[in-house]
């Protein structure tokens, strides 16, 4: 209960206890009708002030236990506050790790394509992609990287097939900056200009490749071109079919990375199955003394077998003697012999 509250109860029964010993005083005087009025009105506005007393306690329980519970939903609201900023904090970090790998994504994406946007570069790309296929598959007595020809030119690779002087060649410098104008074509006369250059670039790479590398007796045909995108080879085969055509006329073999590596894979089993032809008499002498062990392993066996059958008879007689010696020892223990008479005498 409020302290003021308590003062105000204490100074209006202060004043009702007054003024009930004046009137008390003034009625001992001279009964007044009026005063017993006012002191039937003091008593209700008591009673009246009681009841207010007692509403304003229950009011004050009421406000405590709202109290109570306000701090406990508040208490709840916080812990349940922090689990969501906890959350949210955990989420923030993945979002910014995510960022950051896309930021990484995009430094890659720059990278490459500023390789593909110089052209030296584009060309080195291109030769690491196809000596790492090469140099996986064969070993390092079946190739040569930037091999020179008798003509002065060096093509990135040259391969090498046993008991044939001709050497496979294989270019990696494909032309892609048509392509990437081809690309970026925003309007059909943009796309016709860039599909015009890519049949010119793309048909004068093949014939100086054909120029170059193709010399009879040196290198086998066809010669190789590679590209190392596999969208790109995709892209001829798709709409530029008559351009691969053309090539292969030529004697020249346009080729992506996957399509790569199956070729090196057969080139490679023909160099297993060369090597096997090479070694075939080899083989065939070593068969043919093999063979020779066996009829000699043979041959010891049946001496061997031999052998054992004349030892099996040799025990046989044994055993026939043994047999024998048996009977005449039986028969010398059931002989009786007669005890002597004495000594003779002498005549």
Known sequence: MDFAVIILSLALVAAAAILAFAL??????????????????????A??????VAAQAALGQQVDALKERL????????????????SLTERLNIIDAAQKNIS???????????????????????????????????S???????????????PDCAIRIPNVAARI????????????????AMTEDERKAATA????DMQKHVRDIAEKYLIPGETQTPAILFVPSESIYAELHINFAELLQRARQMQVVVVSPHVFMLVVGTIQSLMRDARMREQAHEIQKAVAALLTDVKRLCERIGDLRKHFDTTNKDIGQ??????????????????????PEGPPKLS
């Open 24 to 45: 008390t005083r003034r009625r001992a005087e001279s009964p007044d009708p009026r005063l017993d009025a006012v002191l039937s009105g003091q008593g209700a506005i």
């Open 318 to 339: 044994i055993e026939i003697s043994m047999k024998a010696i048996d009977r005449n020892a039986e028969r010398i223990a059931q002989v009786e012999l007669a005890p």
């Open 71 to 86: 701090g406990t939903s508040l208490a709840a609201n916080a812990e349940k506050t922090g689990l969501t900023l906890g």
């Open 140 to 154: 390092p007595d079946q190739y040569e990287f930037q091999a020179s020809l008798s003509n002065g030119s060096r």
């Open 104 to 138: 990484d994504l995009s430094g890659h994406v720059t990278s490459l394509k500023e390789i593909f946007s110089d052209k030296q570069a584009r060309g080195a790309f291109g030769q690491e992609r196809m000596e790492a296929i090469v140099s996986d598959q064969l």
């Open 47 to 52: 009673e009246q002030f009681r009841q207010t």
């Open 197 to 200: 250059r890519l049949r010119t």
């Open 169 to 184: 060649v294989v270019d990696s410098k494909f032309p892609l900056e048509a392509f990437e104008a081809l690309r970026l």
